[in-house]
């Protein structure tokens, strides 16, 4: 998400994760509203009471489980199916799962 967003440190907002990451990230845009936006307007999605948690490594919000486990954030991946098409947004929806995302399903 934050690579997408070619924005100097002025126009940004901070955001605390629910696992306590300090990020910068995009204020929110039209876009935040016209679809989903994981920081500025979540989806009812099964996953949006887990806490968020930054995946620097891969570029993506996960959402925690409370069996531990990082699940894809759906808004997200709606969010890199619109900037990088479907093939891009299934490669990032991969994941060791253990059941609690079941509305990727439906991204
Ligand atoms: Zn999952
Ligand atoms: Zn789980």
Known sequence: MIEEFNMTLDNMDTYTTGTGQKLYIHKATKECFEFNCVIHNPSNHVMKDFPTHWRADRGLMERICPHG???????????????????????????????????????
Request: hydrophobic share 30%; net charge neutral; charged share 30%.
């Open 69 to 107: 486990v990082g699940h894809p954030d759906p808004d997200d991946l709606a969010f890199k199916y619109r900037k990088h098409g479907k093939i891009k947004m299934k490669y990032e929806a991969v994941h060791g799962c253990d059941g609690c995302c079941v509305s990727l399903e439906n991204v």
